[in-house]
């Protein structure tokens, strides 16, 4: 008999399913299509509409008012830029063990927390500060 076939961890041993009684229903041709399908277009549809928004915005614009574009020499050194990148996140996850990249993440996350927290009430006590200063005023004209 084949040891992939009686292999009690991939769930398809002849004694039954997992030790904990759970099995997963097999997957049929018609459950792959629509899983591959959905996927192709949830990652089709926004890049479409996107481009659309995009063109009947540039439509109504003049050429000064235009988004940046790119070059064709940043579109020459963008694969050198991309493939030190991946390198140097791949040295980076090789060198450091996973508890100080999870401390680094941590950190990173928090720091961002932080400053967008504070940035939120920044700007709504500003906001509160200014209606104060409008509830304050005579209204003129109405008396």
């Known amino acids: 008999m084949d040891?992939?076939?009686s292999d009690p961890h991939n769930g398809s041993a002849e004694t039954g399913g997992p030790a904990n009684g759970t099995t997963?229903?097999?997957s049929?041709?018609?459950g792959i299509a629509l899983a591959y399908g959905s996927l192709l277009l949830m990652a089709l549809l926004p890049i479409f509409f996107g481009a659309l928004r995009s063109v009947r915005c540039a439509r109504?614009?003049?050429?000064?008012?235009?988004?940046?574009?790119i070059t064709s020499r940043?579109?020459?050194?963008?694969?050198i830029i991309?493939?030190?990148t991946l390198l140097g996140l791949y040295l980076f996850f090789k060198i450091f063990s996973q508890e100080y990249i999870n401390l680094l993440l941590s950190m990173y996350f928090f720091v961002l927390g932080i400053l967008a927290l504070s940035h939120t009430i920044r700007s709504e006590g500003t906001s509160l500060?200014?209606?104060?200063?409008l509830s304050q005023e005579p209204v003129q004209g109405l008396g």
């Open 3 to 5: 040891s992939a076939l």
């Open 24 to 26: 997963r229903p097999p």
């Open 28 to 30: 049929t041709p018609e």
């Open 60 to 69: 109504g614009k003049n050429a000064s008012d235009m988004p940046e574009t």
């Open 74 to 79: 940043d579109a020459a050194r963008f694969p």
């Open 82 to 84: 991309a493939s030190c």
């Open 129 to 133: 500060q200014h209606l104060k200063q």
